[in-house]
């Protein structure tokens, strides 16, 4: 396996459409809502969100293998690992695991500081608080993840919705817009669910190893529950953003990319084998994708529109 292929596989790059999308839905806010949009600033801020999540992928993977829950998962029959596996599998040391995170986190941190001279400091605030979510998410003595009150929730929504959004909005705009923080609510909500429904896979090593998600507290009866109410108030806040101007009326139809996740839902029993959420997961994956691409594509047609 080739240097840059072991990276791809550590740093589950596969996944960073899920950080790249917000940024991508405030970037174009801007432009269709005040006409500004600069190439350059948000080529920097894809790089900077990019690393942010690549790091976060990876400083979670060290924390979870150093709380022992990866080895958990690991040695769980009934649980799927949903790690990398290059520290529970030795593919990689710890130190060189650790020195490729922290690459990661420089070079967020440096395209952070260079667009807050930018565009101001509320840039790099955005960038900041992005990052300690992102770190304290399973690292002590913060951990939001094994806590099982909503925080890891809320941290999900913060760092894959709320930030980045508002966060490319601000970069090409210098300015704050309550139809940004709108904006992010939908795929803010979607990217939570992929995260909580990503639980069930190994709840109950989480539960072995002192991880108390909200699954490992409630059970699977009510996280279900739980997770299906995510899923309407994603769908009930997307329709609140073109009602409200956010998004063009049109964009209503990002409502049908929810569909095969739905019905998904309605194939799972109250108790469920790890491998009966695979299908949850991977539905869960492509709708907020899905949705995330339809969004993008009508504000870029209304941009068109008003540039005619």
């Known amino acids: 396996m080739d240097v840059l292929n072991q990276f791809k596989k550590a740093s589950r790059i596969q996944v960073i459409p899920v950080m790249l999308i917000p ?6 806010g801007a432009y269709v809502w005040t006409g500004r949009f600069d190439i350059g600033l948000f080529l920097l ?9 690549l790091f976060s992928n990876m400083v979670n993977d060290l924390w979870d293998y150093k709380n022992g829950t990866d080895t958990e998962a690991q040695e769980d029959v009934d649980a ?15 130190r060189k695991f650790e020195s490729v995170t922290w690459t990661l986190f420089g070079i967020a941190a440096l395209c952070g500081i260079i667009l807050s001279l930018i565009s101001g400091w509320w840039a790099l605030l955005f960038g900041a608080l992005g990052g300690l979510i992102a770190y304290f998410y399973v690292a002590p003595p913060v951990r939001f993840g094994y806590r ?17 959004v ?25 990217t939570t669910l992929i995260l909580f429904n990503h639980h069930f ?5 989480d539960r072995q190893a002192g991880k108390r998600t909200l699954v ?17 108030l994603a769908c009930l806040s997307l329709v609140a953003c073109v009602l409200a101007g956010a998004l063009p009326p049109y964009a209503i139809i990002a409502l049908l990319t929810v569909i095969p996740l739905y019905l998904v839902y309605g194939r799972l029993k109250d108790s469920n084998r790890s491998e009966a959420y695979l299908p949850l997961m991977g539905a869960s ?13 009508s504000l870029l047609v209304q941009g068109i529109i008003q540039a005619f």
């Open 23 to 28: 940024v991508a839905l405030g970037a174009l």
């Open 201 to 205: 896979l190994h709840w109950q090593a």
């Open 45 to 53: 801020t894809l790089i900077g969100s990019g690393a942010a999540h």
């Open 166 to 190: 508002m966060g490319a909005f601000y970069v090409q705009t210098s300015s704050m817009d309550l139809r940004a923080l709108l904006l992010s609510l939908p795929i803010g909500l979607l």
């Open 80 to 94: 799927i690992s949903t790690n990398s596996g290059f520290l529970t599998k030795g593919i990689w040391s710890i």
């Open 285 to 297: 994956t492509m709708t907020t994708m899905r949705c995330g691409g339809v969004l993008i594509l």
């Open 216 to 232: 490992v507290v409630w059970g699977e009866k009510r996280a279900l529950t739980f997770s299906r109410a995510l899923l309407l």
């Open 148 to 164: 099982g009150k909503g925080y890891s929730e809320i941290a999900i929504l913060l760092s894959f919705g709320i930030l980045p």
